[in-house]
């Protein structure tokens, strides 16, 4: 079904409203059609007689579906890394996370969203899901920033067609003018993804299982945990190659917390295949680290998809990596947000050395920033 912007505007507003007066409505998801009403204890009696069809009992019998993370995230605890950094992750996206929490955090997120114990948890796991469509997500945050829902296939209504990724009016129209009648129903064509989230279950010390028939994979989930960084200068010979070999040291050293990191560097103006300078290699040799096997090379677009962090050694360098790829801007950054590392090229053994203190310095804080 197409629509106009107005349409689609007046749509959401009214799919709003009836979820707010406690009605049920029918939403895109980038999985599946799912049927959304209200978080309140009566709206979740009401989603049970339409779909018949609650969780299996060591589920919670209802999934959380939130509009934004940061509604939820201040009020669980992460004692493990890697718990928190999937929560961050994986939410907004494609799958449903059954996560674990203490006792008295359940009772308070039950509390803050106005829910009975039993609902969205099962006694130690809180169901929760922040859809990644742009239609679902705006009617949830104008509704009051969290709803219960169910996949349509689950309904009274009859089953949708082609496993719940496109709406079918007929089955609908048996149910017109009864109690059971969605209020609104939001018809935005197929699904993306045309099949039901992943559910990733979460434990408090950081384990997880990740189911096989969703839209994320485990690899996927599994490179969540895994931080790239790139480290960028001019010619990929001086400044980068210390850093990304500085990164590496750190990194080994580093006690084990579930979270991965890798470096690499490369130079916006650099030749491919050229050795690190003698006193770049001489600096880092008197540390310990090893520099001899680096070989230059120059950035590439391929090389800004892979990292998740770009670090570079200038804000001039930083704007040459902007340039390269526009929709990479939010996660490139000087890596001395306050003063350029100047290339040490031409000059004296103690001017590396005073460039690899400032980097070791940096790379530490910046790697407990994002493993933390």
Known sequence: MTMTPDERNTLLVQA?????????????????????????????????????????DSDPRFTLHLADREQLEERCVFPSRVSKRLFQRLLPG????????????????????????????NGQSIAVRIPDHPVSRSVIRSSGGATLAR???????????????????????????????PAIIIDDGPTLHQKGSTTVRIGLNGQFWVSQDG???????????????LFVCTGNTCR???????????????????????????????????SASREAVDVLSQRGIDLTSHRSQMITPELI???????????????????LAPEAVHKIFPL?????????????????????????????????????
């Not at 001395?336 to 804080?365: C, K, M």
């Open 240 to 274: 980068s190659p210390m850093a990304e070999a500085i990164a590496h040291a750190q990194i080994r050293n580093r006690e084990p917390s579930g979270i991965s990191l890798s470096a690499e560097s490369a130079g916006i103006a650099a030749g491919d295949g050229y």
């Open 94 to 121: 494609s799958a449903r996370l059954v996560f674990e929490q203490p006792e008295e955090q359940i009772d308070q997120i039950c509390r803050f969203f106005d829910l009975s114990r039993g609902l969205i948890d």
């Open 305 to 323: 998809e892979r990292a998740q962090v770009i670090f570079t050694m200038t804000p001039s360098h930083a704007q040459a990596v902007m340039q």
């Open 16 to 56: 709003s409203n009836a979820i707010r007066d406690g009605a049920p409505v029918i939403l895109p998801t980038e999985t599946l059609y799912g049927v959304f009403v209200d978080q309140s204890d009566s709206s979740a009696r009401l989603l049970d007689e339409l779909t018949g069809h609650p969780q299996p």
């Open 151 to 181: 996949s349509l296939g689950s309904t009274c209504w009859g089953k949708p067609l082609n496993l719940g990724t496109e709406i079918d009016l007929n089955f609908l129209d048996r149910v017109k003018g009864t109690d059971q009648h």
């Open 215 to 229: 839209p994320v994979a485990q690899d996927e989930v599994l490179g969540m945990l895994n931080t790239h960084i």
């Open 336 to 372: 001395d947000a306050t003063h350029p590392i100047s290339d040490p090229i031409g000059q004296s053994t103690e001017v590396y050395r005073q460039v690899a203190d400032h980097l070791e310095n940096l790379i530490r804080t910046k790697i407990e920033e994002l493993v933390s």
